[in-house]
C-alpha cells in the first residue's frame, strides 16, 4: 500500500475533494502525508511597473500560500493525520515541474491532486497542472475531479 502521499493543494473545491481523498488514504494505509502549495513569484520579480513594490507583492503572495496551506493542514488534522507541510516557490517554472520535482525528492509513492477537467478553449488558455504532472509522473497519480463549476 502507498506510505508516502503527496498532495498539491490550493484553494479550489477539486483541490479540497483531493484532499478528502487523500486523507482517506492516508489514515486506511497508515501513509505520510505530504501538503504543498506553489507560489509563483516570478510574475512579480522582475519590476517592469513603478508603481508596485515587487517584493511586497511576491510576501503577499506567498502568505496567501501559506493560508491555503494552514487550511489544508487543519482539515487533514481534524482526519487525525499529522501532514508535512510546504511552499514551493516557482520563479517562471511550470507548476507540474515543481510539483513533480518536490514529489520525487521527497520520495513520494502516490500523487493525489484535483483535475477542473477544462476542455478546449478554456484548456487552451488556461493550460492543465495536472495533464503536465500526468506526462511527467513516474509514479501512481489519482486524479479528482469536482461535479460541479468553480
Known amino acids: 500500500m ?16 483531493a484532499l478528502q481523498e487523500a486523507c482517506k488514504l492516508a489514515r486506511e494505509s497508515g501513509a505520510s502525508l505530504r501538503l504543498v502549495h506553489v507560489v509563483d513569484l516570478a510574475q512579480f520579480g ?11 507583492l511576491q510576501k503577499s503572495i ?3 500560500g501559506e493560508l491555503v496551506l494552514a487550511q489544508a493542514e487543519a482539515h487533514a488534522r481534524e482526519e487525525g493525520l499529522t501532514p508535512q507541510i510546504k ?11 515543481v ?6 525528492e521527497w520520495g513520494a509513492d502516490l500523487l493525489v491532486m484535483g483535475t477542473h477537467g477544462w476542455s478546449g478553449l478554456m484548456h487552451i488558455l ?5 495533464e503536465g ?3 511527467q509522473a513516474d509514479i501512481p497519480v489519482l486524479l479528482v475531479r469536482s461535479s460541479g463549476e468553480e
Request: net charge negative; hydrophobic share 45%; proline share 2%.
Open 133 to 135: 504532472v500526468m506526462k
Open 99 to 104: 510539483l513533480m520535482e518536490d514529489a520525487n
Open 46 to 56: 522582475w519590476g517592469g511597473t513603478e508603481f508596485l513594490d515587487a517584493s511586497e
Open 126 to 130: 488556461m493550460g492543465s497542472v495536472a
Open 62 to 64: 506567498k502568505a496567501a
Open 2 to 17: 502507498y506510505q508516502r502521499i503527496f498532495v498539491p493543494v490550493d484553494d479550489s473545491q477539486t483541490s479540497n475533494l
Open 87 to 97: 511552499i514551493l516557490e516557482s520563479w517562471g517554472d511550470k507548476i507540474a515541474t
